[in-house]
């Protein structure tokens, strides 16, 4: 075997890709966006895979053992209501004790027979004490072994866990996290918040936390140029109150937190491209209901639904949107015979500009941050980043002094006309909320 040819036909190849993928970036208008984001992104993010981020094992151990035991709890508990044992993990014995034992009305058929998915569970909750027993069984059961097991496992000899970190996973140019996936961290929960304790500052330091506030729904309001929403943004009003008082004619002061919850579900719901159905399942209302509290949303924000059929349009008419940086997402999708998949892709159009632009401020915050902290003697490095929240790792001393160029490097990107502004918190620990 020559081995010289074997290097040359493979440089060649290396070439020959390069002077591709370099005229698709410039013909697309996507080099700038690759030289000043992209590639430098990659290498914050490089290291921050190698700087990793602290565990406390024993912590995390304990919390472990007293899933197990809350598991065999429940599992006892279960089986008394029923009368006898059974694999409540298996979807077909699980079925026949809730449906043919003990009397419950099946919501949906599946392939393989009667559902019993969490959907399904809660709308049979209150039925029967063992319904609320399963589901309790099922989350005990997933962060035991989703995240107990799995994190004990992928913490390293520095006693420090070492996530991967992926710029080309989510089609919206999102940053992921797999090895473990970090991001999927729960916060739903009291009992799965308790997995932030055991992520830890090491000796004499501390946490930055610092989570971008509504970004999307501030690029919401940016590309939508909704007066409403714009104004609420820069007079500092909480935003899902003020649509609240809006969408329910109400005033501000008089917004509860039952009409405050549904008023931030259709927001997002907009950004995730949710209709009435998945509204009705959210909120546990019926579809007409649903439909009801979108038509008068849309009333109220006329903007909003023209954003989001002008980008259908564009999805159409180019075959794909652009994010606030130029990144591309291509729809070829929308031709598709089938209609079900088609009107899914049109949900997708406003949603990839919305959250790929998210991306993009994101990550030029992440380079921006990085390297003022390395241009200073400040003692800190960013070790963990999950959606729009970053944690930086400081020396305790110098807390204080590195919190407000935190707060300058990251409110400072991009150029929307509508404050970017962050909730700081400093801890020993991810879950630890200080100030």
């Known amino acids: ?28 208008g996507e080099m700038k966006l690759f030289r000043d984001v992209e590639m430098p992104v990659s290498d914050c993010l490089t290291e921050m895979e190698l700087e990793g981020i602290m565990v406390d094992r024993e912590k995390l151990k304990a919390i472990l053992s007293e899933l197990e035991t809350m598991k065999l709890q429940l599992s006892a508990s279960i089986f008394g209501l029923v009368g006898h044992s059974f694999n ?44 609320d027993l399963v589901l309790q069984y099922r989350e005990v059961d997933k962060l035991r072994s989703t995240y107990g097991v799995a994190l004990i496992k992928t913490i390293e000899s520095d006693n420090r866990i070492h996530a991967t970190f992926s710029l080309t996973s989510a089609r919206t140019g ?42 999307e729904l501030r690029l919401l309001a940016y590309y939508s140029r909704d007066l409403n929403l714009l104004t609420a943004f820069e007079n500092g009003i909480d935003i899902h109150s003020y649509v609240a008082s809006v969408v329910f ?21 907009l950004v995730y491209g949710m209709e009435a159905f998945g509204l009705a399942e959210r909120l ?58 088609r009107m ?14 998210a991306a993009d401020l994101f990550k030029m915050a ?23 929240e970053l944690i930086v790792e400081c020396i305790a001393n110098q807390i204080d002094e590195t919190i407000p160029i935190v707060k300058a490097e990251m409110e400072s990107v991009g ?14 620990s991810w879950a630890e909320k200080r100030g």
């Open 284 to 341: 546990t209302i019926s579809v007409t209901e649903a439909k009801e509290i979108l038509v008068k949303y849309f009333a109220s924000f006329p903007a909003l639904k023209s954003f989001i059929e002008d980008s259908i349009v564009e999805a159409k008419v180019n075959g794909y949107v652009k994010t606030i940086l130029g990144r591309r997402r291509n729809f070829d999708e929308l031709n598709s015979m089938d209609r079900m998949h």
């Open 88 to 131: 409540i993990g298996s979807p077909k014995q699980l079925g026949g004790v809730l449906y043919d034992e003990l009397g419950l009305q099946s919501f949906k058929n599946t392939k393989t027979g009667r559902s019993t998915n969490a959907n399904t569970l809660e709308k049979l909750r209150g039925l029967h004490p063992v319904v």
């Open 174 to 215: 999102r940053i992921s996290s797999e090895n473990p996936n970090l991001h999927n961290i729960p916060v739903r929960t009291n009992l799965g918040m308790r997995f932030r304790e055991v992520f830890v500052s090491k000796p004499n330091f501390q946490f930055i936390i610092a989570d971008y506030d509504q970004i």
């Open 415 to 428: 150029e929307l006309g509508i404050p970017l502004t962050l909730h700081l918190n400093t801890g020993f």
């Open 1 to 28: 075997i020559d081995l010289v040819s074997i290097l040359s036909v493979d440089f060649m190849v290396i070439v020959d890709l390069y002077n591709l993928l370099t005229a698709r970036l410039v013909n697309f």
């Open 366 to 388: 992440i380079i921006r941050l990085n390297s003022k902290l390395k241009s200073t003697n400040i003692d800190a490095a960013l070790v963990l980043q999950i959606h729009d």
């Open 249 to 269: 004619s109400i005033p501000v002061e008089d917004v509860d937190k039952t009409r405050r919850n549904i008023a931030k579900m259709v927001s997002y719901g």
């Open 344 to 357: 899914a892709m049109e949900r997708q159009a406003a949603n990839s500009i919305i959250q790929g632009s």
